[in-house]
């Protein structure tokens, strides 16, 4: 996993976490003001302070006829969550934006009412006074009692957190398109089974209408006709067309655009029902069959009902549910899809960005990822791999980006650059002039580039546009004319025009109602985007314009970096830059040729070499790791706004200073099951129904985090930790040696994490073994805990230990030595510093996932550069190849001493992998060396 | 970081004070095995090896089974099982060049004295006619026969036609074959020799036979091993350590070497002496040759042997903690032996530039029994005669991984070392370095083929 490890430096330890360390006092000026809610149970980077609600949580909500704007459900459904907001209120408002023209009727020139297929609508709202603000997502589903046929509905996802649906609004979307897409299946299929029952009813009127004139007819011969047999014939009539109509709507139906049914196919769960209709036709759907034997045996309990001429009034009837509306199956199914999002989008919105990052990065390294990452997400990776490429045609996000290709670029900048993809604008509507004007006016001074152009831009759109309300203020538009300069300087993608102005030509569509709703954002329906824009929609504008940004986002990081320190980075960046232009070795070239298709084809060089060059900065960055809270704690006024440029002028208040990196912290503790759960769900498009989740998730988590502590704790507490966990590195066997079981399972447990994995098979670590090892052990396991017990048994144990000694590094946690060989590198010490400033077993975690991540691109570089490994060329002697790599190694890499071993290693594993990814069955062979051993006590 | 490695400190290198037995430590830069495969198969104590080809062999033991390998990736290429008891002899049989089918077939003798098992992929052939256990094969390739040994010899054809058979000739039954010139083979029966001519089919005669030529009776302990050295000496080695050079054309004694063992002056109780009284540990248990030398194990040491010289010019005492069971000469200079104790180690056999100049810290043992005592018992497995000993055994390195007696091992050029054990296990021991440029060799091969790979211009 690579993220930013530092940034979660400096939160409480309050948990169940013991703190082996007392916090140094910090000096006065670099304290924090105590958060004022903090008695509330919130923290200081929830931003949901201000709000009446303790987290996100999903609303569905219902125009109803009779009643109005209700509020069905919330997921999670708990009291506690939304406590005291007014559900109602804002159903109200969310709903009162009229969101779509959607007719159903008799249109003119139509003889019979038609349906239509609207597409949903998503808007972004915000209710300032709530301080809430939702992304919502409007649908429509059919209920043939309803008025027009159509029940409105809306799903809203509400968060007290601005940025966080904007920012996540294409994922909320999509999310919440699928969940949509369920409800609408499921409906369908109601409706027609709906119509069906009522055409029969029609049918079965008709008949006894039919039947009934005629034995008036019969009795009546007189030649005229009574006014009884009138009105009958009459009803009769009126029955015929009903009937005609029914037959039309269900025609309709039926024959919803296919091309929606093939988009919906992109997950699976749902295109099972759909794809099921061949079956299902034949009990219900198909005309030609419905009269067939086996709908009876299907629905035998139907029986059909008279209808009387005149329908019962609106009001009396009892609406139907929505559980009604659709399928229980497909409810179920929705509800499950929805919960599924709100784990999703849980927590804070720097840690959700955190962990796209991490994604994003984790699927460049798709080749090197198998020997430090979890399993789970690996495989999670793989299935969402294959799933996108099956799905990539109809996946929400237009084609032409696969969520693989779109996701770096976007998160890039929405790390890097929040003033330009956050960017607030408010659009004051002409007859507005209240006092909100003058805040409004100071926001957009706030805000770094020139209002009124963009006002007058957002105008010109906003005119066709019909508003209700008497402040409507449509935020969250970015600014199209600095956008557009900045994509221009860049080469690599062509942007005609920004996104955003696309948004608000939809926007203008629009009509929007409500005296205090913002319209923050609205996203077209798929239509409304020109094709050209899909591709680049909605912010991943620009990557050069994204890393001149992550260089200022990345102030955060290096402010703290004193001069020779910040040299030294740049010493470190341009010594892969090195790599780049050397054109003697020609390794940036190869590396970068190599690296395009093996990791994302279609990626300009340039940007591969942006990713390879991310991780060394890092790494150079460590040993600051925690200036940078200070740093960030330090800065003053200006530099803080500076920093927090993006965000409006109410969200500048120093109690909520510590804007965007701390958050992952708050998300790492307070959620400590949402993360975990981010983390095993590794992707936003993946389809997995939450049954489906991997149940180790939460745990996984823990276990990471009691990991990252033990693994702390180790280090802190033996001095000969080091040559440990070289000896791990570089593939050589340590067994830990101990009488207690608990004691050697949980060492065991925190040096795994330094234990590269072999692929498939998961980390080769024995927790606990009491049998004698034997030298397939070895082979097999890489960190052994093994029993010492005072008996025979272990005397023979403990002579095949002494056996395969230089197999094998001995920890004996009893006797608190270690046997293993010298380690003279720089690269443990900066992985296990005993006098880190890292608390938290979490974070440690993740400054190991990085410094090894660091570490997997250099093994990649080395095991891919193929001038390294291969003659130059027939005639060459095999030792300018083993002087190459030495010196590859050695120069290029910057790795000294048994570091090389280390690489070496890895890469010897990469190629294993590499070449037997089909495979994948075969162990390793044990490879070792002939190396003295030392005895290091402590 | 160094400040932790107080009280830290070079292992005291085990049992190297205490045993004569010369140790390396684990600092062996010239040992090249750095990487090992351990494949499982077997199921019972695996005794022999047969190389197939250049990259193939089977493996065999008392489980029955043969198990074809191979020894490049370790891949398990076939397992052939239809023997129902432990498998006491196995051989190759190379095809003929005129033979159409180039199938190469093993042969393979088991205790259940009945089945012969001709495989490469299948069974083709049983056999089941023998009164006794096989304990040896042998193939003539010249006459396009082959030689059963058991309790008498018998003679085959390809085809799997007995063509003659000896009557029964001792209970103890043949333990070694081996072809001289002539069409004559060489049986070693109990402590005798035995020599016979093999009369092939001609117009005039009935069919082949097997004649008695000689025997000769000079050891005086069983004989255990029997190999043919050159066209025109072959050598044998029996239990108490005798090692003779004869003659292949005349049958007659070249030289005799029976010192291993002189139990005579060593009564004074040293170590290692007293572990040599047992004649097992100078039993000749195997033996090997190149051009002008005869490398022996003998009981836990190993001996080189000088044919031209026809004295003992290098040896090892101890060269093990138990018996020897297998050596061979690797082309550069290189001896390997495999032990009963486990382990295999390899000796470079270097050359004594000068002999006076060399200090002798170790003193001197006459091999031949002349020798005086070696009273520094400190490296007393280094031991050289003084004038006769021109060269030396250095252990260059050990291979530890199985956990039981080593039974034999096979070296390949191409792809190192096998080894098979009483553990049940093959261990295939590779050149660590060569086999990591060969996997990036296909590393890119790989990229190649699914055209990733990028060649700058």
Known sequence: MISAPDVVAFTKEDEYEEEPYNEPALPEEYSVPLFPFASQGANPWSKLSGAKFSRDFILISEFSEQVGPQPLLTIPNDTKVFGNFDLNYFSL?????????????????????????????????????????????????????ARGFVRPFCMAYISADQHKIMQQFQELSAEFSKASECLKTGNRKAFAGELEKKLKDLDYTRTVLHTETEIQKKANDKGFYSSQAIEKANELASVEKSII????????????????????????????????????????????????????????????????????????????????????????????????????????????LTSQID?????????????????????????????????????????????????????????????????????????????????????????????QENLDYLEMDMKGSVSSGESIEVLGTEKPTSVLSKSESQSSLTVPLSPQVVRSKAVSHRTISGDSIEVLST????????????????????????????????????????????????????????LQTDASCCIGREAGALLVPLSTPGHTLSDEDGVVSVPPQRYWQKDQGFHVDFSVENASPSSR??????????????????????????????????????????????????????????????????????????????????????SLLSGR???????????????????????????????????????????????????????????????????????????????????????????????????????????????????????????????????????????????????????????????????????????????ELLRLHYTQERRGTSQPALRFDYVPSFLYKI | MLRWLIGGGREPQGLAEKSPLQTIGEEQTQNPYTELLVLKAHHDIVRYLVQLDDSRFASAGDDGTVVVWNAQTGEKLLELNGHTQKITAIITLPCLETCEEKNQLILTASADRTEWDCDTGRQVQKVSCFQSTVKCLAVLQRLDVWLSGGNDLCVWNRKLDLLCKTSHLSDTGITALIEIPKNCVVAAVGKELIIFRLVAATEGSLGWDILEVKRLLDHQDNILSLINVNDVSFVSGSHVGELIVWDTLGWTVQACERNFWDPSPQLDAQREIKLCQKPNDVSIHHLTW????????????????????????????????????????????????????????????????????????????????????????????KKQQENATSCSLELIGDLIGHSSSVEMFLYFEDHGLVTCSADHLIILWKNGERESGLRSLKLFQKLEENGDLYLSV
């Open chain 2, 290 to 381: 190149d051009e002008e030398n005869v490398f022996v194990a003998v009981g836990r040491g190993l001996y080189v042997y000088n044919l031209p010289m026809k004295r003992v010019i290098a040896c090892q005492k101890a060269a093990h903690d138990s018996s020897v069971l297998h050596v061979a000469k690797l082309p550069n200079r290189q001896v390997i032996s495999c032990s009963e104790d486990g382990s295999v180690r390899i000796w470079e056999l270097r050359e004594k530039q000068q002999l006076s100049v060399e200090p002798a810290p170790t003193g001197f043992f006459n091999m031949w029994g002349f020798g005086r005592v070696n009273k520094q018992a400190s490296h007393p497995a």
């Open chain 1, 245 to 352: 109509e029914h037959q039309d709507l269900l025609r309709q139906i039926r024959s919803y655009p296919h091309r929606k049914l093939r988009g919906s196919s992109l997950c699976p769960r749902e295109s099972e029902p759909i794809q099921d209709p061949p079956s299902q036709a034949a009990t219900t759907s198909d005309p030609e069959e419905s009269a067939d034997t086996d709908h009876y045996a299907c629905r035998p309990s139907y029986t059909p009902k008279l209808i009387k001429a005149k329908s019962t009034k609106c009001f009396d009837k009892k609406l139907k549910t929505l559980e009604e509306l659709c399928d229980t199956e497909y409810f179920t199914q929705t509800l499950a899809q929805l919960r599924h999002v709100e784990h999703m989008f849980r927590g804070d919105l720097c840690y959700l």
């Open chain 1, 641 to 726: 706004d500076n920093s927090c440029e993006g965000f409006p002028a109410y969200e500048l208040d120093p109690s909520h200073l510590l804007t965007s990196l701390d958050g992952s912290k708050t998300s790492l503790d307070d959620h400590s099951d949402a993360t975990s759960y981010g983390s095993s769900v590794a992707s936003t498009s993946s389809d997995r129904t939450p049954s489906s989740m991997p149940p180790a998730g939460p745990s996984s988590e823990r276990h990471k985090k009691r990991a990252g502590q033990n693994a702390l704790k180790f280090i802190r507490q033996y001095p000969f930790a080091h040559p440990a966990i070289y």
């Open chain 1, 359 to 451: 994604r994003a990065l984790l699927k460049q390294q798709h080749i090197t990822s198998f020997l430090f990452e979890d399993l789970v997400e690996v495989s999670d990776r793989l299935a969402e791999k294959q799933e996108s490429t099956v799905s990539k045609p109809h996946h929400y996000v237009p084609p032409s980006e696969s969520p693989e290709d779109c996701l770096v670029p976007q998160v890039l900048i929405s790390v890097g650059s929040y003033k330009s993809s956050v960017e607030s604008v408010l659009i004051k509507m002409e007859q507005d002039l209240g006092d909100e004007a003058s805040r409004e006016a100071a926001v957009m001074e706030s805000s770094s580039f020139d209002p």
């Open chain 1, 733 to 907: 066997t340590l067994v830990v040696l101990g009488e207690e079981e608990a004691m050697v399972r949980k060492l065991v447990t925190a040096l795994s994490i330094f234990v590269p994995g072999y692929g498939r098979h998961g980390k080769p670590v024995k927790h606990w073994l009491s049998s004698p090892l034997h030298i397939t052990d070895f082979q097999k396991w890489k960190l052994i805990g093994l029993q010492r017990v005072a008996s025979p048994a272990s005397a023979s144990a403990l002579h095949a230990l002494s056996r395969y000694s230089r197999y094998t590094s001995i920890l004996d946690l009893d006797r608190k030595t270690l046997r293993c060989p010298l380690y003279r590198g720089t690269l443990v010490p900066r992985l296990a510093d005993h006098r880190t400033h890292i608390r938290r077993g979490s974070t440690y975690f993740l400054h190991v996932q990085s410094m090894l991540a660091q570490l997997c691109a250099k093994a990649f570089l080395y095991t891919f550069c193929h001038h390294l490994h291969l003659p130059a060329h027939g005639g060459e002697a095999p030792e300018l190849a083993a002087s190459r790599q030495a010196s590859f190694l050695q120069l290029t890499l910057g790795l000294v001493h048994e570091d090389v071993k280390v690489v070496r290693y890895l890469a």
């Open chain 1, 93 to 145: 408002r969310i709903m009162s934006v009229d969101y779509q023209a959607s007719f159903v009727g008799h249109p003119p020139g139509s003889a019979y009412p038609k349906l239509n297929f609207v597409e949903d609508s998503k808007v972004v709202l915000g209710d300032s006074k709530e301080g809430a603000f939702a992304y919502v997502h409007h649908l429509t589903l059919y209920d043939l009692e």
């Open chain 1, 523 to 578: 996203c077209p329906s798929e239509a409304l985007i020109p094709d050209d824009f899909k591709a680049s929609y909605p912010s991943a504008i620009n990557e050069e314009e994204s890393y001149a940004e992550g260089g200022q986002g990345a102030i955060h990081f290096q402010a703290g970096i004193s001069p020779p320190e910040a040299g030294e980075a740049e010493e470190g960046s341009s010594g892969l830059a090195l």
